[in-house]
Structure formats: structure tokens, C-alpha cells
């Protein structure tokens, strides 16, 4: 037989670094946190809005809540979203919520803080921050939110 005449060679792609480079890459070189969620702050004549990008999930995935004057974004994630399943292999996740905080910080004096709406469609979560009665139909005379 012609096959019995090649010896049987180590393959370059037979090594264990190679061969198991997704999961050796993985505890090598663990993906960091993704970047913060983009977000959008406009200024409208009765709210203030803030739409964050969060795609595949809505506000009641999210932790919202609004401590000592700091609007606070929390995604905890959920680690099981991508398990093996034993009829599939992943090779490559690059699309994923990761967890994540975001701090926005409010002045209380100029927004109605009882009156903040949340909801969300498409990837969008709209959180609504009603302007104080004294701005209402105005441009706020500073800036309502700073960035961190």
C-alpha cells in the first residue's frame, strides 16, 4: 500500500499549544470587560434624556438606580449565556454584554428625581429625567451632568 511508505510525522498542528489555543488563549489572555456602553444625553424643554446602547438587553436587565446624586448603570452579566452545548463549539465570541458600570452624576436641584421613567426598545434604554417646574421649556443654565 502506497500510505505505508510515508511515515507518520508530528504534525505542527498536533502540539497541545496549538491545538488547544482557544482555550489556552483564554486563561492566558482572558477577554477584558468591554468598553462602556455608548450613551446619548440630550437636552429636550421639559426632560433631560439619556439613551444608552445596550444591545439585546432592556432596563429590567439592568440595576438603575440613583445614589447620593450619582444616576447609577449596573449589568451584572450573565455568565451562562454562552455554555458549551455538546452538539456545538464555539470558536469565537465577540459579541456579548459584558458586565458593567456606568456613573453619571445629576444635579438634583435641576432635575425631578421622582419622576425619573425608564424603558427600553430595541438595544435602547431611554431613562427620562423630568426638568425641575423653574427649567422647564428652558436651556439649563449649566451643564445638568458631567461624565466620568
Not at 510515508?6 to 489556552?24: I, R
Amino acid at each position: 500500500m502506497i500510505l505505508q511508505h510515508f511515515k507518520e510525522e508530528k504534525l505542527y498542528f498536533d502540539d497541545e499549544l496549538v491545538k488547544n489555543a482557544w482555550e489556552l488563549g483564554k486563561k492566558l489572555n482572558p477577554l477584558p470587560l468591554s468598553p462602556m456602553p455608548a450613551l446619548n444625553i440630550t437636552e429636550h424643554t421639559k426632560a433631560f434624556v439619556i439613551e444608552l446602547v445596550v444591545p439585546g438587553l432592556s432596563h429590567e436587565d439592568l440595576n438603575i438606580h440613583l445614589i447620593d446624586n450619582m444616576l447609577v448603570l449596573r449589568y451584572e452579566g450573565n455568565s451562562n449565556a454562552f455554555e458549551s452545548v455538546l452538539d456545538q463549539r464555539q470558536w469565537r465570541q465577540e459579541f456579548r454584554m459584558r458586565p458593567f458600570i456606568r456613573q453619571i452624576p445629576v444635579h438634583p436641584e435641576m432635575v425631578q428625581v421622582d419622576q425619573i421613567n425608564i424603558s427600553s426598545e430595541n438595544g435602547i434604554i431611554v431613562i427620562r429625567l423630568p426638568k425641575m417646574p423653574a427649567l422647564s421649556g428652558k436651556v439649563a443654565p449649566i451643564m445638568p451632568f458631567s461624565m466620568n
